[in-house]
RNA sequence: GGCGGCAUAGCCAAGUGGCUAAGGCAGCGGUCUGCAAAACCGUUAUUCUCCGGUUCGAGUCCGGAUGCCGCCUCCA
């Protein structure tokens, strides 16, 4: 089996190659620091540290290089706009430490590097240099600039030519550029903005060239996999091949993989719109998980409609899920022995369940081979699921040996799925325990008059008297609460 | 205007030219249950927006039409 990603470069899937045989480097650009994260972000998140995890699954000794950009307009803005004494890095620090909480909540790993542009200026100035060097690039008044006209390539990414683009020019009228559509490398500062020195006087450096230079920095001047949104094609990474590629004249990254983009209604979910909903809030509603798992059983390329309907009928499939493992986890295994029981010397329905859950393995990792197809891969999730259940909620399930044997491989089968997809990482009691107790405080509920009325109910249930046993159960269900009666119990939850 | 993507059941959503078009939610019938819930079993698309074409064979490839969306301006 081998790994086949889709390369936005070529359009086509290809065969996985890491450059140097066992080790991954990625880079995937980040977030401007100057607002609180929404789904958007989340969504770009979650996959590439989807991907990033199945690569380490794989045997990979990944680098994953993820940056924050930390000098932008809008982060210079918001500094003038709130007049905060230390300027854009107090404004940035604050951002950066909401996305790290956010991303923690849903139990996205850390990158192994989160460099941020302002550490990397000298790297910048002296690409700028090279650049200028190589006849790339020339200085207008302390601004420099890119000229798009002298890279051979420039277009190859987004699939568009110079003619394309100028054909289509919306690009603001800037007579100091040679070509409208050059780029800035470098910005000489207006009154009042942060500066650093440079050899063409006090500037900043334009958006793009700080990719340029972390990547290269951490990662060499060629790397395997660029990643990003969408959005990010044009003219973000277009530039950043213009800069690498013409500085090092080697290729910057081996696949670019793009993620789609968060949609509200059919229509993109964008500041500019209004239409965002940032992930604090979600979180608000919602297990992490549930985030997760709605946000992968979509493909990660496609667009992505967010709903408070689609987002709770993951919750559904979540807690389906859950009550799976649930129940595995609630068999008294006590001390009972399975040490001597092997898939070899199983029989009849064990060994079954255990072959199929074999396949199921197979075919997830088939699907997650097949450019990350998480959604096929889940579905084969849910068929697992729906096998143990069979299982156990056979007539003939007893608790043994072999019974223990074949729930432990369960076991395993879903924290090696929940490994890779980062889902089924709670205690199945918790889970629910966190959705009730989010209902209870939302409904203003006294948690022990409620257990109160329970302990009667089931104290009217062993005397056998359903008549009061039902009259407690349509007392609670006005207030909203539904009873569960289950072997291990009496459970209930909040419609 | 230039470039590109998408269109699959009531809804969400996979689908790599070839066995019966994954999976989830909702619905219906059943098993189980004191009742209920959960779970399980069965069922729900003779057909993949429409029209042509290539092929022994197309949801999948090609051309066209329609509709929706994105990029070209900060954006994940």
């Given at each position: 089996m081998s790994l086949k990603i889709y390369n936005t470069r070529t359009k086509k899937k290809e065969t996985f190659k890491p450059l140097r045989a066992g080790g991954v480097g990625i880079y995937v650009c980040g977030i401007t620091a100057y607002d609180i994260c929404h789904a958007g972000h989340a969504r770009s998140a979650v996959v590439f540290d989807v991907i990033k995890k199945y690569l380490q699954y794989r045997s990979y000794e990944v680098t994953y290089v993820k940056n924050f950009t930390d000098l932008d307009d809008k982060i210079i803005k918001k500094a003038i706009s709130e007049g905060v004494s230390r300027g854009i890095s107090e404004i940035a620090d604050r951002y950066i430490r909401t996305y790290n909480e956010d991303m923690d909540a849903l139990g996205v790993d850390r990158p192994t590097i989160s460099p941020r542009a302002t550490e990397h200026i000298d790297g910048m100035i002296s690409l700028i240099n090279t650049l200028l060097q190589k006849g790339l690039a020339y200085v207008v008044d302390g601004d420099v600039y890119y000229?798009?006209?002298?890279?051979?390539?420039?277009g190859k990414l987004s699939g568009r030519t110079l003619e394309d683009l100028m054909a289509g020019a919306r690009v603001e009228v800037n007579?100091?550029?040679?070509?409208?559509l050059d780029f800035a490398l470098w910005k000489a500062s207006k009154e009042g903005e942060p500066w650093w020195d440079s050899p063409w006087g006090r500037g900043r450096p334009g958006w793009h060239i700080e990719c340029s230079v972390m990547s290269q920095r951490f990662l060499g001047d060629t790397f395997d996999i660029h990643g990003g949104g969408?959005?990010?094609?044009?003219p973000h990474h277009e530039n950043e091949i213009a800069q690498s590629e013409g500085a090092s004249?080697?290729?910057?990254?081996n696949f670019w993989i793009h993620n789609g983009f968060v949609r509200i209604k059919g229509e993109k979910m964008s500041k500019s719109l209004g239409n965002t909903f940032t992930i604090k809030d979600m979180l608000k509603n919602y297990h992490p998980e549930v985030l997760r798992l709605f946000m992968l059983?979509?493909?990660?390329r496609g667009p992505l409609d967010f709903s408070d309907d689609s987002l709770d009928e993951a919750r559904l499939g979540m807690d389906r899920f859950y009550a799976t493992l649930k129940n595995i986890r609630d068999v008294?295994?006590?001390?009972?022995?399975?040490?001597?029981?092997f898939l070899e010397k199983l029989q009849g329905r064990h060994r079954e369940v255990c072959d199929r859950l074999a396949v199921l393995s197979e075919k997830f990792l088939e699907a997650m081979d097949d450019d990350f197809n998480t959604a096929r891969a889940i579905g084969y999730t849910f068929d697992a699921a729906r096998l143990i259940n069979g299982y156990m909620t056979?007539?003939?399930?007893?608790?043994c040996p072999e019974t223990l044997f074949v729930l432990h491989r369960a076991k395993i089968y879903f924290e090696e799925v929940g490994r890779i997809l980062g889902?089924?990482?709670?205690?199945p009691d918790n889970y629910f325990c966190r959705a009730r107790d989010r209902k209870v405080g939302e409904s203003g509920l006294d948690v022990k008059e409620i257990e109160c009325l329970i302990k009667e109910r089931v104290a009217a249930r062993e005397a056998k008297d359903w008549e009061k046993a039902d009259e407690i159960r349509r007392l609670l269900a006005e207030k909203r609460v539904s009873l569960k009666d289950t072997p291990a119990g009496t459970t209930w939850e909040i419609e």
């Open positions: 000229a798009v006209e002298k890279w051979k390539d420039y007579e100091k550029k040679r070509n409208p969408e959005d990010l094609i044009f004249g080697k290729p910057l990254a059983t979509s493909h990660y008294p295994a006590s001390e009972m022995d399975y040490s001597q029981i056979d007539e003939q399930f007893t608790v889902l089924f990482l709670d205690e």
